[in-house]
């Protein structure tokens, strides 16, 4: 599908929003590839394996260049650490409100074994006040804010409510 959307439509940008069931390094690679690239955002669970980008080669170090640095914190551990640097938002909310979220956001190597390792720009979220639990969400364009990949993923949830609210009982 990518692809078709993508040959249909070859200059302009696209972003494509999905759920934690798409979050895969293998598409992430995929959009990443193509000859204009295409931005994945999605859900990224708390303990996926996330790196630090490699450092240079050794002097005299044979063998294969590293794909990734070392491992860093689970997502899980980072938002129970009470080193962790958060920084507020306020969001467009439901209703024409604004909603006041706290995020910390990095680059880091999402990896899968028997996978090229993926960059990504992912973003933390919790909710000092309220209804949402704690949360991440990745992007595979790295220069991306936080502040943007929360509101793509908010205005993916008012297009999913649409849907749902438009089927048929019993389909």
Known sequence: MVN????????????????????????????????????????????ARRYDLPGPRPQGKRGPTPQKGLRQPSLATRLQDAQTRWHELAIPWYGGQEKKIEVVTDVSLWYRAREEPLPIRWVLIRCPDGPLKPQALFCTDTSVTARQIVLWLIARWGIGVTFESARLPGL
Do not use: F, M, T
Not at 9 to 34: F, T
């Open 4 to 47: 078709k959307v993508r040959r249909s439509q070859p200059a302009r940008e696209i972003v494509l929003v999905e759920d934690g069931s798409y979050a895969a390094v293998a598409l992430g690679n995929h959009c990443r590839r193509l000859h204009w690239p295409v931005k994945l955002v999605s859900r990224l669970r708390l303990d």
